[in-house]
């Protein structure tokens, strides 16, 4: 920019710059002289309780007139300066205090605490929603009806047994930012009475299964998909959104419950067949229609027969030792449809419960050296009791 315009431009600021010297309309400049150059403070007593006064004075001096021209004429010997300079500064990052002139009725003086660095003391942090959520599943209620009527009641032909889930959610406490829920879930398991029995077990069991698979879905829903999605809400003032979240919640157990359900039956209808097959059939049958079962069924028989005569004083732990492997190498040896038919059968179980009686018994007078391990011996001889799905 050429220099005869830098002039020029300047003479336009100056005039443009000049104070008005109409009186400020601010509720505390009504009293004060007009602001012509800094006779604002010449009006003013030197004593501390006119010291809000001169800073509202100084304060509005800034604005017209800039800090530039306000530090000249205060400190003239310390300040050198330009027009171009005469712009206000920033109030932020005057140091870790700043006096402000108070407003009130004794004019009284207000700090402003900061931090280091300049900025103000960042305020907490507003409390995060939390929800708390106890869920309760009570034993399942056991109803016993004809077959025919269990198959009428739910529209599927041939069937024996059913089970029906029932949840409860309440809300028992609420605020902005807590909020407490009780979920309480129930099951109707319906046998068939023609059922007794090794039959019934079969079908008592299978119908368990449904009761873990509602337990292991109402965590899922119920607890922790809720809670977090409970949680992402604002805050817990309104109902409606906490409404939503309940019902979408039930709504996803509802359909999931539904489909592992149909799952299972698929999966273990062919198991509850052999199971039913093995529960009826006497085990030398058993034995006689699979070379593996009869292996399984000679080395438990062994194992029986040994300790029954053992000194359990003097062990003779390699002896013991011939008769607790063949016990794995054949179990490891038998089907899955064996097993299903062996898990089921009285004659069988009867012998699995007098070598697991044995293993117990054995534990405070065989160590775990010369290669035995009691221990899984005894996980072998039970997995020859039905568990349901995790």
Known sequence: MRKETQGQQKQKKEQVARPSPTLETGPMAESFPAFLGMSAFSGLPDHATARPLRQHALLQLQKQRGNGYVQRHLHPEDVQLTEEDETPLPTEGMGKEEELAGHGDQGQQTVVQREDGGGAAPAAAPASPT??????????TIVRSPEADISASHGAEGIAGWCTPAYNVNVISRTATTIGLTVTLSFTIELASEYTGDRLSVLSDHENGHVRIGERLARQHFVTDLQANLQALPN????????????????????????????????DYPRMREAYFGARTPLADLAAASAPIQRMIDALQAFNSYVTNM??????????????????????ALSQVDVSRLQYNPEFKTLVATSQNFVNGMKDHVSETGGINLNEIEMTLATFTWGPPG
């Open 236 to 267: 817990f003032l309104a109902v409606p959104p906490i409404q939503a979240q309940i019902v979408g919640a039930a709504n996803a157990f509802t359909t999931d419950e539904g489909i592992e359900s149909r799952d299972y039956d698929t999966a």
């Open 311 to 332: 000194d359990a004083l003097d062990t003779d732990e390699s002896a013991l030792e011939n008769v607790t492997h063949p016990i794995i190498q054949a179990r490891t």
């Open 131 to 140: 929800a708390n959520i106890t869920l309760t599943v009570n034993p399942p």
